[in-house]
Nanobody, 122 residues
Framework: QVQLVESGGGSVQAGGSLRLSCAAF????????MAWFRQAPGKEREGVAY????????YYADSVKGRFTISQDDVKNTLYLQMNSLKPEDTAMYYC???????????????WGQGTQVTVSS
């Protein structure tokens, strides 16, 4: 069992920054990758970024490239998402997920956090 707990969401004006955290507990050695997804009201859950734990290789959705940075702290078993130059369209509930499997398909991930809300006002 792996438990994921997100934190760090909030409200910010456009152009601002936020850092999300996702702490992993339990059988973390079973994880090979971690990811951030988001879901806005009325929209499907979409991948934002993911990272392979052993290699540190990262992948980003085109919509966030150059603005968001995913990183990990192996000692603390914590995943981060640094979000800069935030836009109103980034407003969503942000979820942390752990794999395997890895990739952009939310339905493939079996381990999820409870989510943290990010609201960006114009």
């Amino acid at each position: 069992q792996v438990q994921l707990v997100e934190s760090g969401g909030g409200s910010v004006q456009a152009g601002g920054s936020l850092r999300l955290s996702c702490a992993a507990f339990g059988y973390t050695y079973t994880m090979s990758c971690m990811a951030w997804f988001r879901q806005a009201p009325g929209k499907e859950r979409e991948g934002v970024a993911y990272i392979y734990i052993s290699s540190g290789t990262t992948y980003y959705a085109d919509s966030v490239k150059g603005r968001f940075t995913i990183s990990q702290d192996d000692v603390k078993n914590t995943l981060y998402l640094q979000m800069n130059s935030l836009k109103p369209e980034d407003t969503a509930m942000y979820y942390c997920a752990a794999g395997p499997p890895c990739g952009w398909t939310a339905g493939k991930f079996g381990r999820w956090g409870q989510g943290t809300q990010v609201t960006v006002s114009s």
